[in-house]
C-alpha cells in the first residue's frame, strides 16, 4: 500500500503563491489542511476529488463550480481553485464552500492555468517546499519575501532564460507594473520587455558582474524603476533577482541587501541543479556537530572547501522573551550575514540562531563584527518588529576550536537574558563583569548549599513581615555604603536606612564590616529568591 505524500500546510502554499495569483475566499477547515497533490478538473468530466487534493475546476466559472465545492467537501480535499466572472459570485461560493467544509481559492483571469499548475505542484512537492519554518527558511518564496521586507520593494527571482523562480508578495496591486505583472501572470518575461533590458545593456551588465544594476522608470513603457543584480556561481550565470520600486522609494541598503541574497541564492540554485538536497541536511548536520563539539572540523572543512585552520568566529542570536526560530528572522540574518561574508554558514540551535564566520582574515577587527551583528538587530526590529540579542564569540585561531567560539557567545546571551542594563550587541570584553557575575549568580540558584543561611532568613523575615530589610542592606552595599546615595534610590530618609541596615545585622548576626560577608551580600541578595 502506498503511503500518500505529507503535503504542506495549505497557508504554505497560500504564503507561496500569493498575490497576484490567487486570493483566498474561505476557509472552513482552517489554514493548517495538508495539501498533498494537484488535481484538474475539467469541465466535461464527473466532479470528483480526493483527499488532500487542490482541485483546479478549469471551465466551472461562477456558479458552475458547485458540484467540484460539493465533491471535494464529501471527498475531504484540501481547497478548489476557480476563476469568477463577477464579484457577486463569491458569496455563493463562499456559502457553498463553507457548507462543504472545503477552502476556496479564486483565481484572476488572466492567469493560465498551467501556470498555476506548475507552480503549485512544484511548491508542493519540489526540493524548495516550505514544508516547515526551518525548511522554508531555504526556500527561494521566503528568500525573495525576506529581499522584498530588506529593501523595500517588490522582489522576483529569475533562472538564466528569464523564467521567474519565486516571487515576493506584494499588499497593493497597484505598486505592481507591467513587466512584474506580465512576468507572474506569463511564469516568463514577456519578450518586448526583454528585448529593451537588452538593447539598454542590462543582461550584458548581469552575465558579467556581481554588483547592482539600476534601471530607471520607464512611464512610457509601464516600467517603474528596479534594482538587479546577477546570481552566479563563479563565472557561471545562474540567474537574476529583480527589486521593483513600488509607491516608495527603496530603503538606503537595498544594494548591500541584493548583494546577500544573490549569494544566498546561488547557494541555494547550486543545490538544487546539482539535486543535493540531501547535501544541505549534511551540511547542517555537520555544523550543529561542530558547534556543540560533537563532530570535529575536517568533515565540515572537506565537505565545503574550508581551510581549517584559518581564524573563525561564531556569532549567537536570540530574541528578547521568544524564539528566533522562525523563516523571516532566520532569512533575514542568512541574507544580511552573507552580504557581508561569503562563507557564513548559519544554524539555527534551539532557541537560538549560530552563524559561524569561517576563513577570516587574521586581523579582522572585533569592531567590525560588532558592526555586522548590530546590522541584523536593527533590521529585525525596524522590519520584523523582533528585539534581538547579539553575541560575538572570541575568534579562535581554527575550526577545530570553533565550540569554544560558540560557549563564549552562549556565555553572553545568558547572561543578557538574566536582566539587567546590557548593550543589543556585545563581545565578552564589552561585558566581563556581567556575565561573571552572571554565572556566579547562576551557580548561587543552583547550590543552595554555597548560600549564607543568615541572607536566607532576612529575605523570609521580610516576606513574612512585609519589611524590606534585605532591599535596603543591597541598595547601601551597591552605594558603596553611601547612605544618602542609597536613601535616594530607595525613596526613604537617611535615616530610615540606617535603622534599616542596622536591625537587618541584629537580626541575622551578620557583619557587614567584614568584606567577605558584604561580597557574599551583595551577589545574594541578588537572587530571586535570595
Not at 519565486?166 to 519578450?191: F, K, M, N
Not at 548576626?509 to 551580600?521: F, M
Amino acid at each position: 500500500m502506498t503511503t500518500p505524500a505529507p503535503g504542506i500546510p495549505l497557508r504554505h502554499l497560500l504564503m507561496s503563491l500569493g498575490e497576484p495569483l490567487v486570493e483566498l475566499q474561505a476557509a472552513p477547515a482552517g489554514l493548517d489542511v495538508p495539501v498533498r497533490e494537484v488535481a484538474i478538473l475539467d469541465p466535461e468530466d464527473p466532479a470528483t476529488a480526493a483527499t488532500g487534493e487542490l482541485v483546479l475546476a478549469i471551465g466551472a466559472r461562477g456558479r458552475a463550480a458547485l458540484p467540484a465545492l460539493r465533491a471535494a467537501g464529501r471527498a475531504r480535499a484540501a481547497a478548489v481553485a476557480v476563476k469568477l466572472d463577477a464579484p457577486g459570485q463569491a458569496d455563493a461560493l463562499r456559502e457553498a464552500a463553507t457548507e462543504a467544509g472545503v477552502a476556496l481559492l479564486s483565481v484572476r483571469r488572466e492567469t493560465r492555468w498551467e501556470h498555476l499548475d506548475a507552480l503549485a505542484r512544484a511548491i508542493i512537492s519540489g526540493p524548495d517546499a516550505p514544508e516547515t519554518a526551518e525548511h522554508n527558511a531555504g526556500d527561494l518564496f521566503s528568500l525573495a519575501q525576506t529581499t522584498a521586507v530588506l529593501t523595500g520593494g517588490i522582489v522576483s527571482i529569475e533562472d538564466t532564460s528569464s523564467r521567474v523562480l519565486a516571487y515576493s508578495r506584494s499588499a497593493d496591486s497597484d505598486e505592481v507594473d507591467d513587466l512584474r505583472r506580465l512576468s507572474i501572470l506569463g511564469w516568463q518575461g514577456p519578450e518586448p520587455y526583454l528585448s529593451k533590458l537588452r538593447e539598454w545593456g542590462v543582461f550584458q551588465h548581469l552575465r558579467s558582474s556581481d554588483s547592482v544594476i539600476a534601471v530607471e522608470p520607464h512611464p512610457e513603457l509601464g516600467l517603474r524603476r528596479r534594482l538587479a543584480i546577477g546570481i552566479r556561481a563563479g563565472a557561471q550565470p545562474l540567474g537574476t533577482i529583480w527589486v521593483q520600486e513600488g509607491s516608495r522609494p527603496l530603503a538606503p541598503q537595498a544594494e548591500q541587501a541584493l548583494v546577500g541574497a544573490a549569494r544566498v541564492a546561488a547557494a541555494q540554485l547550486v543545490r538544487r541543479r546539482r539535486e543535493l538536497s540531501a547535501d544541505v541536511r549534511l551540511t547542517q548536520t555537520l555544523l550543529t556537530g561542530l558547534l556543540e563539539g560533537s563532530t570535529g572540523p575536517q568533515s565540515l572543512a572537506t565537505h565545503l572547501g574550508l581551510h581549517p585552520q584559518r581564524p573563525a568566529t561564531v556569532l549567537g542570536y536570540a530574541a528578547v522573551g521568544g524564539d528566533t526560530a522562525r523563516a523571516d528572522v532566520t532569512g533575514l540574518i542568512s541574507v544580511h550575514t552573507a552580504a557581508r561574508h561569503r562563507s557564513a554558514l548559519l544554524a539555527p540551535i534551539d532557541s537560538r540562531i549560530y552563524v559561524l564566520l569561517p576563513d577570516l582574515p587574521a586581523a579582522l577587527p572585533v569592531a567590525t563584527v560588532r558592526g555586522w551583528a548590530q546590522e541584523v538587530v536593527d533590521a529585525a526590529r525596524d522590519h520584523l518588529g523582533v528585539q534581538l540579542r547579539a553575541a560575538i564569540g572570541s575568534t579562535v585561531p581554527g575550526l577545530a576550536r570553533v565550540p569554544e567560539s560558540r560557549a563564549q557567545a552562549d556565555r553572553i546571551l545568558d547572561a543578557m537574558g538574566r536582566g539587567g542594563v546590557m548593550p543589543e550587541v556585545a563581545a565578552l570584553s564589552d561585558v566581563q563583569a556581567e556575565v561573571l557575575v552572571s554565572e556566579t549568580l547562576a551557580l548561587l540558584q543552583e547550590r543552595p548549599e554555597l548560600r549564607d543561611p543568615r541572607l536566607a532568613a532576612l529575605t523570609d523575615y521580610d516576606a513574612r513581615h512585609g519589611t524590606r530589610l534585605a532591599e535596603s542592606v543591597l541598595a547601601w552595599l551597591d552605594a558603596l555604603g553611601e547612605v544618602r546615595v542609597a536613601a535616594q534610590v530607595l525613596h526613604i530618609h537617611p535615616n530610615t536606612l540606617r535603622y534599616r541596615v542596622r536591625r537587618a545585622e541584629q537580626l541575622t548576626g551578620i557583619d557587614l564590616a567584614q568584606p567577605q560577608q558584604r561580597l557574599l551580600a551583595m551577589l545574594q541578595l541578588r537572587l530571586p529568591s535570595a
